[in-house]
């Protein structure tokens, strides 16, 4: 029970956002700082397999979507298929959860900070080009994925 209390004060994750320092965009793009940040703050590891299926693709990505094709949830898709995070939907997302989402012509991927429903903003740490990785808010998008991470594979303030 304290671990848990520990984690509800101080996620790893978003923790780690805080203070971490990484590339500019055009050399770790949104899904390269994601990769980055969750080997960094979990247990987890990327084989070269697991990269190619959490990088989409272009121009694939849209034929992706239109056949709402499990593998355009990216990291998402990947991470819930290897067994390390349980899929959510946006009324469960919590502090930590991993983000994937689509609007008209474009992607990205990010770590949950929050969202406000009443003004429809979700807040990410995320790679962009106008901003590198930092905080950032988007609108509700189009095509929305999320997963949580099991606490097991969460590095605790000992690790």
């Not at 121009?59 to 990947?78: C, F, H, M, S």
């Not at 290897?82 to 939907?89: P, V, Y």
């Not at 990205?108 to 807040?123: D, E, S």
Request: glycine fraction near 6%.
């Amino acid at each position: 029970m304290r671990l848990f209390l520990i984690f509800l004060l101080f996620h790893p994750i978003t923790d780690l956002c805080k203070g971490i320092s990484l590339p500019p965009y055009y050399q770790s793009n949104c899904v390269q700082s994601l990769v980055v940040v969750l080997q960094k703050s979990t247990q987890i590891t990327f084989s070269k397999q697991d990269l190619k299926e959490v990088h989409i693709n272009y121009p694939n990505a849209e034929q992706l979507k239109q056949a709402d094709d499990p593998r355009i949830k990216g990291v998402v898709y990947n991470l819930v298929r290897r067994g390390i995070a349980e899929e959510i939907t946006l009324n469960q997302l919590q502090e930590g959860d991993i983000v994937q989402f689509w609007n008209e012509g474009w992607g990205h991927c990010g770590i949950a900070k929050g969202c406000n429903y009443p003004k429809r903003l979700l807040w990410l740490y995320s790679s962009m080009p106008s901003t590198d990785f930092a905080l950032t808010s988007f609108s509700f998008p189009v095509k929305f994925y999320a997963c949580r991470i099991k606490a097991k594979y969460l590095k605790g303030p000992a690790n």
